[in-house]
């Protein structure tokens, strides 16, 4: 039973690491990174469809990404997608491929998007804390079923702390690396 708790809590802490780490991947740093437009969609014969669906997303330079879609008709919708999301770019095309140069990023913008990143680990930070909470709840309920002693409980709730905190020193990992690379200029 208190097993079940134990590893209930860590799978979902570790859900919450990843979740957090896939936003952070999607915040645009100054160079160029293909997850970035992971969240885009383009119109594809009537329905949205993803663009890492419809197109070959690589980066041949640092400040370049090129999206080649395989249906040259797409290129377009490529463009306005992009364009829409309104992430700083400005795509262009050669024809075959749609080119999206990445700019260098200005200091107030790696300020803004350091305080974005902040804010994505808090809220990750309040996930796991979220868990650790359920956890130690589901622990009492054990004790007040009469299944467990007050001293098993007490061992486990340092337990579920101890895994708390490795997470949140995960996430905290995640945000320095993350400020790094947008602070590198």
Do not use: C
Request: no cysteine; proline share 5%; hydrophobic share 35%.
């Amino acid at each position: 039973m208190i097993e079940d708790i134990l590893k209930d809590v860590k799978h979902r802490m570790e859900q919450a690491v990843n979740h957090t780490n896939g936003e952070l991947n999607k915040v645009r740093t100054g160079r160029a990174n293909p997850e970035m437009f992971n969240s885009l969609s383009v119109d594809y014969y009537g329905s949205m469809t993803p663009i890492n669906q419809v197109s070959t997303i690589s980066v041949p330079e640092p400040r370049l990404i090129t999206l080649t879609p395989y249906e040259k008709t797409l290129i377009p919708n490529i463009e306005k997608a992009i364009m829409d999301a309104n992430m700083g770019f400005t795509p262009g095309n050669n024809g075959t491929a749609v080119l999206v140069p990445v700019p260098p990023l200005s200091e107030e913008r790696r300020q803004e998007l350091n305080k974005f990143v902040h804010q994505l680990v808090e809220e990750g930070k309040i996930a796991i804390r979220n868990v650790r909470r359920d956890g130690i709840h589901h622990l009492h309920d054990l004790e007040k079923d009469g299944h467990i002693s007050e001293d098993l409980i007490k061992d486990n709730e340092a337990e579920v702390q101890k895994i708390t905190d490795d997470y949140i020193g995960k996430l905290d990992t995640l945000q320095n690396e993350k400020e790094k690379e947008i602070l590198e200029v």
